[in-house]
């Protein structure tokens, strides 16, 4: 599945809201939705000015949306699903994020691992999801940009 606007990709995230997902053996469970809108918030602390940090931060787990039951391919679906839509540098991280890490992006895999793991256990206002839509609309208008060059 490849995501073609920023509606798509809102709808998607959306429908994380209530889907449960436990990230360690004896973890607590966590909401899917909740935890991609902690992530993404922390790295706009942490990196403020990184727009497709955050963005791969906050489209993490539409993978268990596009792939359930299957863990290992979730990355590499959630990837194949906004690399259209954000970019090659977004897809890569959520693709690569928490497997191994990137050349010459090591920082940022580790910034995108690092709130990952703080946004399972951190409890604060993230806010809403509607607030991430200028970012969405911003990198695809950007991409879309892009592309037309290629």
Known sequence: ????????????????RG?????????APVDAYDHALRTAALLRRGR????ELQAAG???????LLRP???????DRAADAVRTLLGER??????????????GEEDDLLALCTADEEARTA???AGVLED?????ELLAARNSRLGAVD
């Open 1 to 16: 599945m490849e995501l073609h606007s920023v509606e798509e990709l809102m709808d998607l995230l959306y429908a994380c």
């Open 19 to 27: 889907a449960r997902d436990v990230p360690v053996p004896g973890g």
């Open 48 to 51: 403020p000015a990184d727009k």
């Open 58 to 64: 906050l489209v993490l787990p539409v993978g268990r």
């Open 69 to 75: 039951g299957q863990p290992a391919a979730r990355a």
């Open 90 to 103: 977004v897809a890569e991280l959520v693709r690569r994020q928490p497997r191994h890490g990137l050349q």
């Open 123 to 125: 409890r604060f206002d």
């Open 132 to 136: 991430w839509r200028t970012v969405l």
